[in-house]
């Protein structure tokens, strides 16, 4: 089965965009916790996702070289709410990577 090809626009350029182990280790060294341990916040998820186009970008030899400051003052909630549903419809979040979907508390 072929994943969806997934590309965030920023500045006029499309930017690949997927969840990769390189995308969580990036997102430890950013915030100092894991992917399984984002709280679904703004902070979080745009945190990801410039870590998921970082790696994305790296991995194909795309030239990346915006800040996350920087990504997150060219991005609008439009993209985060939209890159949110393509995590819902097809990649597994990243809590579900190993098969099994976190819990929630109660």
Same mark, same amino acid.
């Given at each position: ?15 690949? $965009? ?27 998820? $745009?945190?990801?996702?410039?870590? $998921? ?27 985060? /709410? ?8 097809? /990649? ?15």
């Amino acid at each position: 089965m072929e994943k969806k090809k997934v590309e965030i626009l920023i500045d006029g350029k499309a930017y690949p $965009c997927r969840q990769t182990m390189g995308a969580m280790l990036r997102f430890k060294q950013e915030t100092g916790k894991e992917a399984t341990e984002m709280d679904g916040g703004f902070t979080d998820l $745009c945190t990801y996702l410039w870590c $998921c186009i970082a790696s994305a970008c790296s991995a194909d030899k795309i030239d990346f070289d915006l800040s996350l400051m920087e990504f997150a003052d060219a991005i609008d909630p439009d993209v985060m /709410e939209e890159w949110t549903k393509t995590l819902d419809n097809g /990649e597994a979040k990243p809590e579900e990577k190993d098969g099994r979907k976190k819990k929630k508390s109660k």
